[in-house]
């Protein structure tokens, strides 16, 4: 069944910017889906087809596209964007949805 | 305003059929395009696409899971239904249903409902 291979995880200082990838044999085929999910509460959409931000989600994160690597960064990191982080796709035949298997991101 | 939540058991026995229903506000099944999905988190672990089902009552399941998932909508009342037989311990987690939209987000799962936890435990 198809993939989408996440890190578990990455720290990064206040201030700086973190880059979480997500990579997938389909993805230079299919959109990728970024979520936010902070303890005890549902994800919510930070990322939508590659690199598109829905209204509310702030202009420190973004998307982008490299083939079959996608890469969620966060500039300028706040204490407040520590989460796991979870890409989300298909497959190659759009038939079916995958998550991966999420990324924490901790804010030393 | 796009809402949904989550309903049913909390415990279910092993072997027995877990029975889930999303009932949801500010956006109708009947629209093109717009979808409902089920999407669970064991505790401690990472999200899980189970189904799918869309406005035109086309549905997408899991293929590790296929055999044991059934997703119905009831459009009159905004209800989607999940059932999945012979649960096992293994499938003890929350529960989501979440809103699949049409247009520039779709093939995203926009609004998520708050989740239900579900143990599967003798």
């Known amino acids: 069944s198809y993939e989408l291979t996440q890190p578990p995880s990455v720290s990064v200082s206040p201030g700086q910017t973190a880059r979480i990838t997500c990579s997938g044999d389909?993805?230079?085929?299919?959109?990728a889906y970024w979520y936010q999910q902070k303890p005890g509460q549902a994800p919510i959409l930070v990322i939508y087809?590659?690199?598109g931000r829905p209204s509310g989600i702030p202009e420190r994160f973004s998307g982008s596209n490299s083939g079959t690597t996608v890469t969620l960064t966060i500039s300028g990191v706040q204490a407040e964007d520590e989460a796991d982080y979870y890409c989300?796709?298909?497959?190659?035949?759009?038939?079916?949805?995958?998550f991966g298997g999420g990324t924490k991101l901790t804010v030393l | 305003q796009i809402t949904l939540k989550e309903s049913g058991p909390t415990l279910v026995k092993p072997t027995q059929t877990l029975t889930l229903t999303c009932t949801f506000s500010?956006?109708?099944?009947?629209?093109?395009?717009?979808?409902v999905g089920w999407i669970r988190q064991p505790p401690g672990k990472a999200l899980e696409w189970l189904a799918l089902?869309?406005?035109?009552?086309?549905?997408r399941y899991s293929p590790s899971l296929k055999s044991r998932l059934t997703i119905t909508k009831d459009t009159s009342k905004n209800q989607v239904v999940l059932t999945m037989t012979n649960m096992d311990p293994v499938d003890t987690a929350t529960y989501y249903c979440?809103?699949?939209?049409?247009?520039?987000?779709?093939?995203?799962?926009?609004?998520w409902g708050q989740g239900t936890l579900v143990t599967v435990s003798s």
């Open positions: 979440a809103h699949r939209p049409t247009g520039t987000t779709s093939g995203s799962f926009d609004y």
């Open positions: 500010g956006f109708s099944l009947r629209t093109t395009g717009v979808g």
């Open positions: 089902i869309y406005w035109n009552d086309d549905k």
């Open positions: 389909a993805l230079p085929k299919q959109y």
């Open positions: 087809r590659d690199n």
């Open positions: 989300q796709s298909a497959d190659s035949s759009g038939t079916y949805q995958v």
